[in-house]
């Protein structure tokens, strides 16, 4: 009550001697009628105007961000209600309904114009059009109402006791009010942003990593709003509002102003230590740990702030809520080096629920470090049968540090040539709340939390042609869409093809069990070791079987970018058809005409499908090719060929 209270002694009423009052959401009652000097009244009656214009801009905002995410909730579930039905495969393909091509030539020319990047990388790296077209109707929309409905208006009125002395009345105490409310509506959706287990990804399909440029954004739009905020009513209390320090003095120590200070301390902090400055200075895992407490206690001052609007920081603490649970595994841990680098497979199964193919989880390693956890997509399909004991294959890059600490300890037990641990029976499939270790190749074993699964499926089933391009450990996200269009009972895939770009061919070895599955949907054939020819414009060769007069459903193209020790890959699928391994000699193909192979060798008709992960570098490569490949014309005259997808995925590993 004591910010109401100060509300109430700011705004010049006298709620003790009150005949009624009027209430307004969000704010102090008000006085009426009023009792005092005409100027005080007219101000009033401003205050509380602009106020509820305020609410009502509050209120148009997410009812604007609501109509959004439902409209698109709806799109998707007209285009899953759609879908050709499954005997309907391999028949003769019919005309699309009108509804589908204006649907289908809609989505074209929406990829072709806004799914390229923006040429202004420097500010906004790796931002594609259609998120920076969202930021910028986010800002136009909030610099267009934070000016408009407001008073334009100055009074001067008497100040009581001290006849010499005047109170200088203007609409910016409404201005201030007015990017205050707004800074705490922005809260939830920042906050919906940023989490792992997000809403949003939920209502739209779109993973949660594709929302973090927009996380950070409303973010620094809240921090400037919340500068203005500040700056302006600390205008009116030290400088407009008389006499001086003495109403400045009691302003600043009362409670709700001492929480509004502690909130902008934290909100700053906040800005600062999330800059590159910042991150680069403590660490990216002290900034990631330290973010969510900080923001948490930050959404409590801003309650504490005020109160009357705590309705967004009650919806911004319950997001955060449902973004938290932790699962504990048992897992193996297999080690790869080689000169460019280490890499590990890890292995677990349990019991815990399944997941969607394109979902991630969080890995924690407590023996190393209970404050640092990275995400993870698993390089396995979901089993269909859930009576099934779950198994989950993580395919991780070494780095520096966590990983590359995983690494040292898997090295380090090799080393020792101890042999492993006999496997408790017990251990396999733990229940909840138990710990359960990894188990490496060695005796050495460290306990494994899993948390998830965040994100929501990336698998369009209705897509005909699939490709997959993959560098490095980006394998991890498009294997199981590979194996799900090949395996999938409910897939309509006619054309899949696979390619992953290595360093080495001894990184083959890291799917080996997977690399035996996919080698039985290439057709049968033998390799000639006479069929070896040099990449035109390189200086590596590829391996390539002669067999190639049928038409294959599934093709794997496998591009090693250095040389190394092993001159072919693991059999299999070595020496199969419509299998190719090229060595491009300190090179990396080109993403355009790996795109231009499949669509003009493979793509007849139906729905063709982009999927990718790797370096940031692959995927600008990605977007701008498949922007290209999307014509709004030709989907309109019934030509699928026009409407190309993309998914990408940017946790993937650099080659």
Same mark, same amino acid.
């Given at each position: 009550?004591?910010?109401?209270?100060?509300?109430?002694?700011?705004?010049?009423?006298? /709620?003790?001697?009150?005949?009624?009052?009027?209430?307004?959401? #969000?704010?102090?009652?008000?006085? %009426?009628? @009023?009792?005092?000097?005409? #100027?005080?009244?007219?101000?009033?009656?401003?205050?509380?105007?602009?106020?509820?214009?305020?609410?009502?801009?509050?209120?148009?905002?997410?009812?604007?961000?609501?109509?959004?995410?439902?409209?698109?909730?709806?799109?998707?579930?007209?285009?899953?209600?759609?879908?050709?039905?499954?005997?309907?495969?391999?028949?003769?393909?019919?005309?699309?309904?009108?509804?589908?091509?204006?649907?289908?030539?809609?989505?074209?020319?929406?990829?072709?114009?806004?799914?390229?990047?923006?040429?202004?990388?420097?500010?906004?790296?790796?931002?594609?059009?259609? &998120?920076?077209?969202?930021?910028?109707?986010?800002?136009?929309?909030?610099?267009?109402?934070?000016?408009?409905?407001?008073?334009?208006?100055?009074?001067?009125?008497?100040?009581?006791?001290?006849?010499?002395?005047?109170?200088?009345?203007?609409?910016?105490?409404?201005?201030?009010?007015?990017?205050?409310?707004?800074?705490?509506?922005?809260?939830?959706?920042?906050?919906?942003?940023?989490?792992?287990?997000?809403?949003?990804?939920?209502?739209?399909?779109?993973?949660?990593? /594709?929302?973090?440029?927009?996380?950070? !954004?409303?973010?620094?739009?809240?921090? =400037?709003?919340?500068?203005?905020?500040?700056?302006?009513?600390?205008?009116?209390?030290?400088?407009?509002?008389?006499?001086?320090?003495?109403?400045?003095?009691?302003?600043?120590?009362?409670?709700?102003?001492?929480?509004?200070?502690?909130?902008?301390?934290?909100?700053? !902090?906040?800005?600062?230590?999330?800059?590159?400055?910042?991150?680069?200075?403590? #660490?990216?895992?002290?900034?990631?740990?330290?973010?969510?407490?900080?923001?948490?206690?930050?959404?409590?001052?801003?309650?504490?702030?005020?109160?009357?609007?705590? @309705?967004?920081?009650?919806?911004?603490?319950?997001?955060?809520?449902?973004?938290?649970?932790?699962?504990?595994?048992?897992?193996?841990?297999?080690?790869?080096?080689?000169?460019?680098?280490?890499?590990?497979?890890?292995?677990?199964?349990?019991?815990?629920?399944? $997941?969607?193919?394109?979902?991630?989880? =969080?890995?924690?390693?407590?023996?190393?470090?209970?404050? &640092?956890?990275?995400?993870?997509?698993?390089?396995?399909?979901?089993?269909?049968?859930?009576?099934?004991?779950?198994?989950?294959?993580?395919?991780?890059?070494?780095?520096?540090?966590?990983t590359g600490k995983l690494a040292a300890l898997a090295s380090n037990a090799r080393s020792l040539?101890?042999?492993?641990?006999?496997?408790?029976?017990?251990?396999?499939?733990?229940?909840?709340?138990?710990?359960?270790?990894?188990?490496?190749?060695?005796?050495?074993?460290?306990?494994?939390?899993?948390?998830?699964?965040?994100?929501?499926?990336?698998?369009?089933?209705?897509?005909?042609?699939?490709?997959?391009?993959?560098?490095?450990?980006?394998?991890?996200?498009?294997?199981?869409?590979?194996?799900?269009?090949?395996?999938?009972?409910?897939?309509?895939?006619?054309? %899949?093809?696979?390619?992953?770009? %290595?360093?080495?061919?001894?990184?083959?070895?890291?799917?080996?069990?997977?690399?035996?599955?996919?080698?039985?949907?290439?057709?049968?054939?033998?390799?000639?070791?006479?069929?070896?020819?040099?990449?035109?414009?390189?200086?590596?060769?590829?391996?390539?079987?002669?067999?190639?007069?049928?038409?294959?459903?599934?093709?794997?193209?496998?591009?090693?970018?250095?040389?190394?020790?092993?001159?072919?890959?693991?059999?299999?699928?070595?020496?199969?058809?419509?299998?190719?391994?090229?060595?491009?000699?300190?090179?990396?193909?080109?993403?355009?005409?790996?795109?231009?192979?499949?669509?003009?060798?493979?793509?007849? #008709?139906?729905?063709?499908?982009?999927?990718?992960?790797?370096?940031?570098?692959l995927g600008t490569d990605l977007r701008a090719t498949v922007a290209e490949k999307n014509c709004?014309?030709? %989907? !309109?005259?019934?030509?699928?060929?026009?409407?190309?997808?993309?998914? $990408?995925?940017?946790?993937?590993?650099?080659?």
């Open positions: 009550m004591a910010a109401i209270d100060t509300l109430h002694a700011r705004h010049i009423q006298n /709620h003790s001697e009150a005949k009624e009052l009027k209430h307004y959401w #969000g704010y102090a009652d008000i006085v %009426v009628p @009023c009792t005092n000097d005409k #100027g005080s009244c007219e101000y009033l009656d401003g205050v509380y105007w602009m106020h509820t214009v305020s609410m009502l801009y509050t209120f148009i905002m997410w009812a604007v961000i609501s109509g959004i995410l439902l409209l698109i909730l709806l799109v998707r579930l007209l285009r899953q209600g759609s879908q050709a039905p499954k005997e309907a495969v391999g028949a003769e393909e019919k005309k699309p309904t009108l509804i589908l091509r204006v649907q289908g030539t809609v989505t074209a020319a929406f990829r072709k114009h806004l799914l390229p990047e923006v040429a202004l990388r420097a500010v906004f790296p790796h931002t594609t059009r259609l &998120q920076l077209l969202v930021l910028a109707y986010l800002s136009v929309y909030l610099i267009i109402f934070s000016v408009v409905g407001i008073v334009y208006q100055t009074w001067i009125t008497p100040v009581k006791g001290y006849p010499h002395l005047h109170n200088t009345r203007t609409g910016l105490g409404g201005f201030a009010d007015r990017v205050g409310s707004l800074a705490y509506a922005l809260a939830p959706l920042a906050v919906a942003l940023s989490t792992r287990d997000s809403v949003l990804s939920l209502l739209t399909g779109i993973p949660y990593q /594709h929302f973090n440029f927009l996380h950070r !954004w409303t973010s620094r739009i809240i921090f =400037f709003q919340s500068i203005l905020h500040t700056s302006g009513w600390t205008i009116i209390e030290a400088k407009l509002y008389q006499p001086q320090p003495k109403v400045a003095m009691d302003w600043i120590k009362q409670k709700y102003m001492i929480w509004g200070i502690v909130a902008q301390l934290l909100l700053t !902090w906040l800005f600062v230590m999330s800059t590159r400055w910042g991150i680069r200075l403590t #660490g990216y895992e002290f900034f990631r740990k330290s973010h969510y407490i900080v923001a948490g206690v930050y959404i409590g001052a801003c309650w504490a702030h005020w109160e009357k609007l705590a @309705c967004w920081m009650i919806a911004s603490l319950g997001i955060i809520g449902i973004d938290l649970g932790l699962r504990i595994i048992r897992a193996k841990v297999q080690l790869f080096e080689d000169k460019t680098g280490a890499a590990l497979r890890l292995e677990f199964e349990h019991n815990r629920g399944t $997941w969607k193919i394109g979902q991630h989880f =969080f890995l924690t390693f407590p023996a190393l470090s209970i404050w &640092q956890n990275h995400p993870f997509t698993p390089a396995s399909v979901p089993p269909t049968d859930r009576s099934e004991t779950l198994k989950q294959v993580y395919i991780i890059r070494s780095r520096k540090r966590e040539d101890i042999p492993s641990s006999a496997e408790s029976p017990d251990d396999k499939g733990a229940e909840s709340g138990s710990v359960i270790s990894v188990e490496m190749q060695s005796s050495i074993s460290t306990s494994v939390i899993l948390t998830g699964p965040y994100g929501g499926s990336v698998v369009d089933y209705e897509a005909q042609n699939v490709l997959a391009i993959a560098g490095g450990t980006g394998i991890s996200f498009t294997l199981p869409i590979v194996l799900a269009a090949l395996q999938g009972s409910n897939s309509l895939a006619k054309n %899949v093809t696979m390619v992953w770009i %290595v360093r080495t061919a001894e990184n083959l070895e890291w799917i080996q069990p997977e690399l035996e599955i996919l080698s039985k949907y290439l057709n049968s054939g033998a390799y000639n070791e006479g069929n070896v020819r040099k990449e035109k414009g390189t200086s590596g060769i590829t391996i390539s079987p002669n067999n190639q007069d049928q038409e294959p459903s599934f093709r794997l193209h496998i591009f090693v970018t250095r040389s190394s020790a092993t001159t072919h890959p693991l059999s299999p699928p070595y020496g199969r058809p419509n299998f190719t391994i090229t060595t491009m000699g300190n090179g990396h193909p080109s993403v355009a005409n790996l795109v231009d192979t499949f669509l003009d060798e493979n793509v007849s #008709g139906g729905r063709t499908m982009v999927y990718g992960s790797g370096p940031a570098g709004a014309g030709k %989907v !309109w005259r019934g030509e699928k060929r026009g409407n190309v997808g993309l998914m $990408w995925d940017s946790r993937g590993d650099s080659i």
